[in-house]
């Protein structure tokens, strides 16, 4: 088993292996072990990118609302909800008959001003900021209840050093609110999977604030099912030993352990730190946007071996690890082209700009094949 799993790597990284059929799907080649997600923009669930919708089809059997469920999309004003986009995301997915994902109830993020405030603009009190988020839960939750089958309930409520974030959840409700928003979720289906979902969990101090956390949920109670990793990494970080670590000590837990957001980074780092907090913006020169004409040979290859080395990584937690979500589907519509810093060409996924499946996708699909 080893030894075939050598022999492939291998023959993935020197571009070796036969043509893969065109019948070869992510959903596939992983179905015993976990499902394969990918986010979705508008272009794909409403089929207006037909082709792109049918790469789809083929290829995922999860699917998560890169934009469409965020509280500013549904709730965007006190008047009331527009579920529009939002429903061709969830039909899309029960049609196909995929692992339909919401994404967020509870962000600091795309979370309008108005959610906060009172009539006047003055910040909200504690039990009307509650009574919000509790309806606001149940009209969502509620709406799709049966359909959706996982909710990312908290989203990032941790900073770097693994203290709470002072987001106005925090400071107007106290720290409460996490439990209190997997409370409303569970009232509003009983049966939907629960997650708290954060990036950058690999490193030290914010896994070992994350692990209290989950800890102190569990504890009293509040019915979390999973943690989701994002997965927002680089060629170089972080390293695949933290990765192995941060499932385990989640998992020991008791909960299951998602990667809800994967992408590989393969551009020059622009910010101090790797991050994916939506806050952080830096400027781009030639220097950091080197691959505008295509991703060299050698990057191409890195990046694969990078994918496989993930991918192996998330199979030997197989048992932790239900669903591995990649945070778009082509290199074209990924926010990484413009985060840190705007119109860079990025090359974080599976797929390239016109929808064909990379070297990376090779080695992901090689993984697989050599359990
Ligand atoms: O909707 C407006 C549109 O009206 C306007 O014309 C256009 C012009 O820029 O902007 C549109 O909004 C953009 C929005 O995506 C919808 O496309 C925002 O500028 C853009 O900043 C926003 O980015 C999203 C980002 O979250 C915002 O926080 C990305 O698409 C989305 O991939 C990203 O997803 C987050 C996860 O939710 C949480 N984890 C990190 C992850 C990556 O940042």
Not at 159 to 170: A, F, V, Y
Request: with cysteine; proline share 5%.
């Amino acid at each position: 088993m080893f030894c075939k799993r050598i022999v492939l790597a291998t023959m993935v990284a020197a571009g070796l292996t036969a043509p893969l059929g065109a019948q070869t799907t992510l959903k596939g080649a992983y179905h015993d072990f976990f499902r394969i997600g990918a986010a979705l923009g508008p272009e794909y669930f409403t089929e207006s990118d037909a082709a792109g919708a049918t790469l789809v089809k083929a290829q995922f059997d999860s699917i998560s609302p890169e934009n469409a469920l965020k509280w500013e999309s549904v709730h965007p004003s006190p008047q009331g909800f527009h579920f529009g986009p939002a429903d061709s995301y969830v039909e899309f997915g029960v049609k196909n008959h995929m692992f339909v994902i919401g994404h967020c109830l509870v962000w600091h993020s795309q979370t309008p001003r108005w959610v906060f405030e009172d009539e006047q603009g003055k910040p909200l009190g504690r039990e009307e900021l509650l009574r919000r988020m509790h309806d606001h839960i149940l009209a969502v939750v509620g709406r799709y209840r049966g359909r959706v089958s996982g909710w990312d309930v908290v989203n990032e409520a941790l900073d770097e050093d693994g203290t709470l974030r002072q987001s106005p959840w925090l400071r107007i409700i106290g720290e409460d609110y996490i439990a209190k928003a997997f409370e409303y979720a569970h009232e509003a289906d009983p049966k939907a999977e629960l997650y708290y979902n954060d990036y950058s969990l690999e490193n030290e101090a914010k896994r070992k604030g994350g692990v209290e956390l989950i800890r102190k949920l569990l504890a009293q109670g509040v019915p979390v099912t999973a943690v989701g990793l994002q997965g927002h990494y680089a060629l170089e970080w972080p390293s695949i030993e933290a990765v192995d670590a941060t499932i385990t000590a989640f998992h020991a837990l008791g909960v299951k352990v998602n990667i809800t957001e994967l992408d590989v980074d393969v551009l020059p780092r622009v910010t101090r730190t790797h991050t994916a907090d939506v806050s952080s913006r830096a400027e781009s020169g030639a220097d950091s946007n080197p691959y505008t004409a295509g991703l060299p040979a050698a990057q191409q290859q890195s990046l694969a071996e990078r994918y496989a080395a993930l991918f192996r990584v998330f199979l030997k937690h197989r048992d932790a690890v239900t669903r591995v979500t990649l945070w778009g589907v082509t290199d074209r519509g990924s926010w990484l082209n413009n985060f840190p810093a705007r119109g860079r060409t990025n090359y974080p996924l599976l797929f390239d700009r016109e929808g064909k499946p990379k070297p990376a996708f090779d080695a992901v699909i090689g993984e697989a094949r050599s359990r």
